[in-house]
């Protein structure tokens, strides 16, 4: 495999890898944006390990995988025909499609949601409602229609009621959290755990509602599925082997994405401590793999994506007449999962550094 850099104008982060399996022989290219340009262990399930465990090979496929910053960025680029595959929340693909991009779920990935309102918990807040007249920072000034609707529930209004500043992730938020500039922070999983790596402890807020939700899919243009369906099956059956793999083998996982992406192992000496830590952002997003309520790899529940459809209906976002079942398809599910279980769990059992 490679690991190169590559730019894609200003919409792409200049420090965007691109992961590609190593051709052997005539192979279909085709491309991932997992939309952060922090690629951090949390993300090894479409990033490094389906490249480097051969599975996207093994299909005949040589995937490039490259961050963006934010969903809009990366629906930009999906609808542009410069990625052909995209993980995004729900939420921002039911919006792109009442606004006519001609994009749709092909495979839920995070059954829970990513999104987190977390507030320091020195702070003593137990409540939403407790946040009322805050500042709260988050990585990317953009909408935030699950901390919207969870604030809604609490009777505070998100636009109103909270002055909301952009941190970036990683030490810049940190400091803004340290020294009280913000009393809470809007994000995801993953970058959340990199700041409990590095000492804060998060009190996590969260509406009733909470386990209606889901967190992200996997998107493609519909012409892309009426056009050229195997090849979103092979693109999805490697995630959901990689997937498996990482759940069997949290440890083999973490080290594997260190070698494709260097950059995200942290410094230090101590391989015990630094793979803990790792493990703890690893867990924060591979946990909303697991499957629960279905025994297949990629299936979306019908509750799920009516909820959310309901909830940005409830908030002007969307259309009344937009149909849900319109913005996500299950038809590729049984040919995903038509793969051995048992012999991934068998390779991760037996994986050595």
């Given at each position: ?123 003593g807040i137990s409540s939403l409602k407790d ?223």
């Amino acid at each position: 495999m490679t690991v190169m850099m590559r730019k894609f104008g200003s919409v792409v982060a200049a420090a965007a890898f691109v992961i590609g399996a190593a051709a052997a022989g005539a192979q279909t290219k085709t491309s991932f944006g997992p939309t952060t340009t922090d690629i951090s262990t949390g993300h090894a399930g479409h990033s490094s390990l389906p490249a480097v465990l051969g599975y996207w090979k093994e299909e005949g496929i040589e995937v490039n995988v490259f961050g963006m910053n934010g969903g809009a960025a990366g629906l930009q680029l999906l609808s542009a025909g410069n990625v052909d595959f995209l993980s995004i929340t729900g939420e921002e693909l039911l919006i792109a499609r009442s606004k006519g991009t001609p994009v749709k779920g092909v495979y839920m990935h995070a059954r829970t949601p990513i999104s987190r309102i977390a507030v320091p918990k020195s702070l003593g807040i137990s409540s939403l409602k407790d946040l009322k007249g805050k500042t709260l920072g988050t990585p990317i000034m953009q909408p935030n229609q699950f901390a919207a609707a969870a604030f809604k529930e609490a009777g505070v209004d998100y636009a109103k009621d909270l002055k909301i500043v952009g941190t970036g992730v990683g030490a810049p938020a940190l400091l803004a959290l340290q020294r009280g500039d913000i009393s809470g922070w809007l994000s995801w999983d993953t970058a959340v755990a990199t700041l409990e790596n590095r000492g804060m402890e998060f009190v996590f807020l969260k509406p009733s509602y909470y386990g209606e939700l889901f967190g992200n899919v996997v998107a493609t243009r519909e012409e892309m599925i009426a056009k050229n369906p195997e090849l979103v099956v092979k693109v999805a059956r490697g995630i959901a082997k990689a997937v498996h793999f990482g759940l069997a083998n949290p440890e083999a996982a973490i080290k594997i994405h260190w070698k494709a992406y260097p950059q995200s192992k942290p410094q230090g000496t101590n391989e015990a401590e630094l793979l803990r830590d790792a493990k703890r952002i690893f867990e924060s997003r591979f946990a909303s793999y697991k499957l629960e309520g279905t025994s297949k790899y990629g299936e979306s529940f019908a509750a799920q994506w009516k909820r959310v459809t309901d909830q940005l209906k409830e908030q002007g976002l969307l259309p009344a007449t937009v149909d849900p079942a319109s913005a996500y398809t299950n038809e590729f599910v049984e040919a995903i999962n038509k793969w051995d279980r048992a012999a991934v769990e068998k390779q991760a059992a037996a994986w050595k550094d």
